[in-house]
């Protein structure tokens, strides 16, 4: 896909874009923008994992949470009109569950357990174009994902360097 940007002139003002913009200092990296830009990232998660030892197993249990929220803005025109102007917002929860029991002896090994993830995630992208004549668009999107797990495992010593290995995994995903 091939792209074109057509700068028009504007009569009078020699060098100028068609917004009557023009770079006064010279510098292709500096820019003069009517708007600040803004990146605001906060994230916040915890996890713990709990082991408890019996006399043949071992229950573990691992849950996590993530909270996350965006927010971002810019002045996409880098000029000092109202050209282009992009925001963007996006806010996360996702959690998890894992339960898991885990035992055996020598020859044989074996875990079997059960998973859990969720997420919900808004987001919605928005590019304002009302500063060189084009409408302003949004998009919204929504994420709601759910996914489970049951699964286990079995491991047995044939000869000191010979272990055979058989696992099962049984998942949903929403």
Partial sequence: ?????????????????????????????????????LSDLQKFGAAATVNWAFDNFTFTSISAFQNVNKLYQEDADAGPVDGIKVDDFANSQQWSQELRLAGGTNPVRWTAGFYYFGRIVHSGPRVDLTGVGFISGRAFAHDDTKSWALFGQTEYDFAPHWTGVLGLRYTQDK
């Fill in 1 to 37: 896909r091939i792209m074109a940007l057509i700068a028009l002139a504007v009569p009078g003002t020699p060098g100028a874009d068609c917004l009557g913009y023009q770079d006064r200092d010279g510098n292709p990296f500096a820019q003069d923008n009517n708007r600040e830009k």
